[in-house]
């Protein structure tokens, strides 16, 4: 299953970029941080994978931000951002959903911090998608 099929052009940043990354069995993964590019001989380039965490956000953003989220980033990991192939990819309209399987073995360290310390703190936050 292929969710580009008869697309065309697509503008990756208005289709994929900070978009909610969700399971098709509403697994909670996070958002789409930044792409993985990989250049094709003729010049143009293929997504091959969407990336997660505040290390690949840091990467889109210049300056003090992008060194505050790198910094923020270590405090969570100390790995690389984490992948999610392209073939994983289900769905795209309005959050990307990814297979059940590829949702439960993506973690987001900062969605997951800032659930238990703030979201999960809010009063009635529980029952928001009810």
Known sequence: MNPWTDRGLVDLADALLDRQITGEDGTVVGKVDDLELRAEDNGTHVVDALLVGPEALADRLDGVTGKLLRRIGRG???????????????????????????????????????????????PGAGRASQ
């Open 76 to 122: 969570f990991r100390t790995q690389a951002p984490q992948r999610i192939p392209m073939n994983a990819i289900r769905d795209v309209e309005p959050t990307v959903v990814v297979t059940t399987a590829v949702a439960q073995a993506t973690t987001s360290p900062s969605e997951d911090w800032l659930r238990r310390k703030v979201v999960d703190r809010i």
